[in-house]
C-alpha cells in the first residue's frame, strides 16, 4: 500500500502564495512520478504538474505554467509544488499521486494515477 499526505492548503487573496507538501516513502519517490491533480468544484480532475523519478520530464498545465513549480526533497521524502500569483480558478481539492512506473503519464490521463492522497483544500479568494 503506497501512503501519500498531502498538507499545505487554505485560503489565500489572488496574488498570493502557497506551498503544497507531499510525503510519501523514499521507495515510492525511487520508482514512480509524482503528480499533482487538482479538482475544482463541478468540474473534473485536471492535471496540473507532473515530476518524473529522474527530474528529467516535469510538465505543467498551460494554465499554470511560470505560475506552479513542482520539486522534490528526497531528505524529506517529500514532493512541493510552489503555486505563486494565485487566481480564482485555482481553487480546488489539490491531490498528489504517484503513477505507475518512473514516467508521467500526459497530463491529461489523470486516471493513470495509480496511488492517491487524501487532498488539500486550495482557495483563493479575496
Known amino acids: 500500500q503506497v501512503e501519500l499526505v498531502e498538507s499545505g492548503g487554505g485560503l489565500v487573496q489572488p496574488g498570493g502564495s502557497l506551498r503544497l507538501s507531499c510525503v510519501t516513502s523514499?521507495?515510492?519517490?525511487?520508482?514512480?512520478?509524482i503528480g499533482w491533480i487538482r479538482q475544482a468544484p463541478g468540474k473534473e480532475r485536471e492535471g496540473v504538474s507532473c515530476?518524473?523519478?529522474?527530474?528529467?520530464?516535469?510538465n505543467y498545465a498551460d494554465s499554470v505554467k511560470g505560475r506552479f513549480t513542482i520539486s522534490r526533497d528526497n531528505a524529506k521524502s517529500t514532493v512541493y509544488l510552489q503555486m505563486n500569483n494565485l487566481r480564482p480558478e485555482d481553487t480546488g481539492i489539490y491531490y498528489c499521486a504517484a503513477a505507475p512506473g518512473r514516467g508521467c503519464p500526459f497530463l491529461r490521463d489523470v486516471n493513470e494515477y495509480r496511488d492517491w492522497g487524501q487532498g488539500t483544500q486550495v482557495t483563493v479568494s479575496s
Open positions: 515530476r518524473s523519478v529522474s527530474g528529467l520530464n516535469i
Open positions: 523514499a521507495s515510492t519517490l525511487d520508482s514512480r512520478a
